[in-house]
């Protein structure tokens, strides 16, 4: 039965996506950025892929665009799961939000945002969910070393 | 009209009297006793040390018999700061705020090597050590500690408090 | 100023402010006659870590920002300088009632992106395990849900028997709570003798207690009272806000990854998936209380189809070769020590895998570089994205009401803010 949705989703999105694959029984579909609100809203609407479970990034420092933004959704009727991947540069890492879409988006994407820097276009609360105010950098990005530490308040002598 | 203060200096004895030291020594005797066995927790709980927390407090490792039954969640009412589980750069100023607030005499036991060292968090987001931040007193290594491990410091917190000199007017009093 | 009598005042320095680790959007939108409670990390009844600041309006709440991260220990970070075998002690801290759960979980992805197989007795044995976990965080839960109103009781009936189930876990795994029992390819070693006898002994004494906590809440008036209707949500709203398990099941969506898509020997297991009426506190107490039962259910079903074998896949790759073969052939001495200092190396490639944990859908988002090391982890919390939408629940309600409702909404601080 996954694979019949798996199939109709290839079909029917097939212009727009760049590729499609089935991994670990989970259908990854890759795609431009800029397709990234559109195929979100017809998986929502058509296919019935009610729960958005994640968004996160992934950081490959040596490569260009730098970012692969990776989105999880869910089904709860079909019972199966659709990855999303699109790649952003470092020079201007902006997606589209998926906030007017799902209400589980805003904590996620402020997650996302504070630990790679990935600028949701349209979420009007991007602070820091995890981190402080006053953190400089993002953590999770290759390039921030891992025991810099910012901390709050002064040490004892 | 503000007159000038006159401070009223305490000048220890010249020659200290034995009966005088004795008798401070069995004041200090005293009040280490009754403050030991009324230990007001403040348990400042945040990770998964809080589990054995529970536990210690609840009915088969019970922390009412040492007198440390009761916690009182307000700095204000409470001796014991008791830091269970990791504390994060985020939470330093809320750590280091109830413990201002608390009032003297006052004690801190980190609990779990989270608040004694940083755990095995060495990275960007853990504090590593509660130490760094505020004066401890006793520290219970393990993650988490066994219940019988934190019965053990917190007897000897105990001794600690029986030997101690207990000031109990001074000069700002 | 002096005080007559002529002691001097004592001059305190200027306090240094203390600098605010959030910013809320509270401070910009003030309306007039609205009170600003901070509700704060360092509470006794926010479980774990998290702070909460409502405007109120007399006692009812009209808005709430919910901050959390003030346990965020940087677990993505350490992942991507540890081994994929040394992530098992972090893996464990993240939803630190219910660790094995965690801890399968994660093995499991590993597996996954190994294509390793795992025996029939360890596939039994992590569903049993699994199902004790989910025992032990219920309790664990509606404990402290029920102290906070009030109920000592039962907090101090339920903290008993998970004492005793503690110590039967400490026989097996040789920790109390934080048990790092799970290995990709397999378990860190088989039962020990007497193991199941006690087991059962334990399911028959659960019951009593759990029994009596029964009589106690179900149907105790000011239980009700301050339960029912209070922290309602929708299923339509919980669906959109990604809430999973327990309190999507509260408001009647029978939805549960153990039944749409199996995994472990969950297939072979023959449970009910309890569903609330109204999804509101109460509903979420009563499912977790049924999925008590139902979690006894599937353990006596695992005990009597237990399969015997060995624990551990006989893979190389992965599972450390037997001590007697390690001290005796070179290859196997290798093995050992490739495994331990360079990690078991996985093929390229990444993996979600997602299991039921005991407050929702825990997913594990494993990327490779074909290393002894990963090259990312991302966790899917359930607690985090549920802190996201439990203003749904709070706002409307009353001042006293935010306590029952963020208790069952169960919010563990290793696993929200990793």
Request: aromatic letters at 10%; one cysteine or more; glycine letters at 8%.
């Amino acid at each position: 039965m996954a694979d019949s949705v798996f199939d109709l989703v290839q079909a029917q999105l097939a212009p727009s996506i760049g590729q499609a694959s089935v991994a670990h029984g989970v259908l990854v579909l890759e795609l431009p950025a800029a397709e990234l609100a559109g195929v979100v809203g017809r998986l929502k609407a058509e296919f019935r892929f009610d729960m958005f479970l994640d968004v996160t990034a992934v950081d490959w420092p040596g490569q260009d665009p730098r970012f692969e933004v990776v989105y999880h959704f869910y089904s709860t009727q079909h019972h199966v799961r659709v990855r999303l991947k699109t790649r952003v540069a470092e020079a201007d890492p902006t997606v589209d939000t998926l906030v007017p879409l799902y209400g589980s988006a805003r904590y996620m994407e402020r997650e996302c945002h504070e630990m790679y820097g990935i600028v949701f276009r349209g979420n009007a609360d991007l602070r820091p969910a995890l981190l402080y105010e006053g953190f400089v950098g993002h953590p999770l990005r290759k390039d921030y070393p891992k025991l810099q530490e910012q901390p709050l308040v002064e040490y004892r002598k | 009209m503000a007159q000038t203060p006159i401070p009223i200096p305490i000048v220890p004895a010249e020659r200290p009297s034995q009966a005088f030291e004795y008798l401070c020594t069995k004041k200090d005797e005293l009040v280490g006793w009754v403050r030991k066995f009324s230990l007001f927790p403040y348990p400042f709980v945040t990770a998964c040390c809080a589990m054995e927390f529970m536990s210690v407090s609840s009915t088969i490792y019970d922390t009412d018999r040492f007198g440390a039954a009761l916690p009182r969640f307000t700095p204000r009412q409470s001796d014991l700061l008791m830091v269970v589980g990791t504390v994060t750069h985020k939470q330093a100023p809320v750590l280091l705020k109830v413990y201002e607030q608390m009032c003297e005499p006052k004690w801190v036991m980190a609990f779990g090597v989270c608040a004694t060292s940083g755990g095995f968090y060495q990275n960007y987001a853990a504090v590593q050590g509660i130490d760094k931040i505020i004066p401890v007193d006793i520290y219970v290594p393990g993650c988490p500690p066994r219940p019988e491990m934190v019965i053990d410091a917190i007897m000897r917190l105990q001794d600690k408090i029986a030997r101690s000199q207990h000031i109990i007017l001074t000069k700002d009093f | 100023m002096t005080a007559p009598g002529g002691i001097g005042p004592a001059v305190k320095p200027a306090v240094k402010p203390f600098p605010n680790p959030v910013r809320t959007d509270f401070d910009r939108i003030r309306t007039e006659g609205r009170v600003y409670v901070n509700i704060g990390p360092s509470h006794p009844a926010t479980h774990g870590t998290v702070q909460i600041i409502a405007e109120l309006d007399g006692e009812r709440v009209v808005r709430t920002d919910v901050h959390p991260g003030y346990l965020h220990r940087g677990f993505e970070k350490e992942c991507e300088s540890h081994t994929w075998h040394n992530l098992i002690p972090y893996v464990d801290r993240l939803n630190y009632v219910s660790a094995l759960i965690n801890d399968f979980a994660y093995c499991e992805a590993v597996e996954k992106l190994m294509g390793v197989e795992i025996t029939p007795r360890c596939r039994y044995l992590r569903t049993l395990l699994s199902e004790y976990s989910r025992i032990i965080d219920h309790i664990t839960c509606i404990a402290a849900g029920v102290m906070e109103i009030g109920a000592m009781t039962a907090f101090l009936y339920l903290m008993t028997i998970r004492d005793y189930m503690y110590e039967h876990l400490a026989n097996l795994t040789g920790a109390r709570v934080t048990y790092s029992y799970g290995r990709i390819g397999g378990l860190a070693a088989d039962l020990p003798e007497g193991w199941l006898a006690r087991l059962e002994e334990l399911l028959v004494q659960q019951e009593e207690f759990v029994g009596r906590v029964h009589g106690l809440m179900d149907r105790n008036r000011i239980f009700i009272d301050r339960m029912r209707d209070v922290g309602v949500i929708s299923t339509a709203d919980a669906i959109n806000w990604g809430f999973t398990g327990p309190i999507l099941r509260s408001t009647g969506a029978a939805r549960d990854l153990r039944k749409d898509t199996p995994y472990l020997a969950y297939a072979d297991l023959d449970f009910d998936v309890p569903v609330g009426i109204k999804g509101d506190n109460y509903d979420r107490y009563y499912v977790r209380m049924r999925e008590i039962d139902e979690s006894v259910y599937m353990i006596r079903q695992c005990v009597d189809a237990l399969p015997g074998g060995p624990i551990n896949v006989d893979d190389r790759r992965c599972v450390l070769p037997p001590k007697s073969l390690v001290y005796t052939e070179i290859e196997s001495l290798i093995n050992h020590f490739k495994l331990i200092m360079d990690g078991p190396e996985v093929p390229v490639g990444d993996v979600y895998s997602a299991h039921e944990a005991s407050n929702g859908e825990l997913g594990f988002y494993l990327v490779s570089t074909g290393k002894g090391i990963p090259h990312k982890v991302h966790v899917r919390s359930p607690s985090f994205v549920h802190i996201g939408g439990v203003h749904l629940m709070l706002d409307g309600g009353q001042l006293a009401d935010i306590i029952p409702t963020f208790g069952s909404v169960n919010m563990i601080g290793g696993e929200c803010d990793r």
